[in-house]
């Protein structure tokens, strides 16, 4: 299983980003892809998921949209309305489903990940 985040970058706020997942078309098929973030001093937190159908936290809901694309094998998530408490490195994962618990996507139980791409926002 190979997943590789790209897209991230140095936007202002109330600016839109979207990242990309690159993944294999096995993983597509038999995997949820979970978009989850970093940042520095901070836990790990799940912001997407998408399965049959597509998750979020509570703290990006209305603001981030993830969709997929088969036929490219990427998973994307359109971030828009960026905050400052957006700033992260952002990844992509598998996981055997979705879930919501307490207002953020589980991360716990997932298979693989790979490498992030740094978000920053500011003025």
């Known amino acids: 299983v190979q997943l590789q985040a790209s897209g991230g970058g140095l936007v202002q706020p109330g600016g839109s980003l979207r990242l990309s997942c690159e993944a294999s078309?096995?993983?597509?098929?038999?995997?949820?892809i979970v978009w989850f973030r970093q940042a520095p001093g901070k836990e790990r937190e799940g912001v997407s998921c998408?399965?049959?159908?597509?998750y979020y936290a509570d703290s990006v809901k209305g603001r981030f949209t993830i969709s997929r694309d088969n036929r490219k094998k990427t998973v994307y998530l359109q971030m828009n309305n960026l905050k400052p408490e957006d700033t992260a490195v952002y990844y992509c994962?598998?996981?055997?489903?979705?879930?919501?618990?307490?207002?953020?996507?589980?991360?716990?139980?997932?298979?693989?990940w790979g490498k992030g791409t740094l978000v920053t926002v500011s003025s």
């Open positions: 078309a096995f993983t597509l098929d038999y995997y949820a």
């Open positions: 998408i399965s049959s159908s597509t």
């Open positions: 994962g598998t996981h055997g489903g979705c879930m919501v618990l307490d207002g953020a996507v589980n991360t716990d139980g997932m298979n693989y």
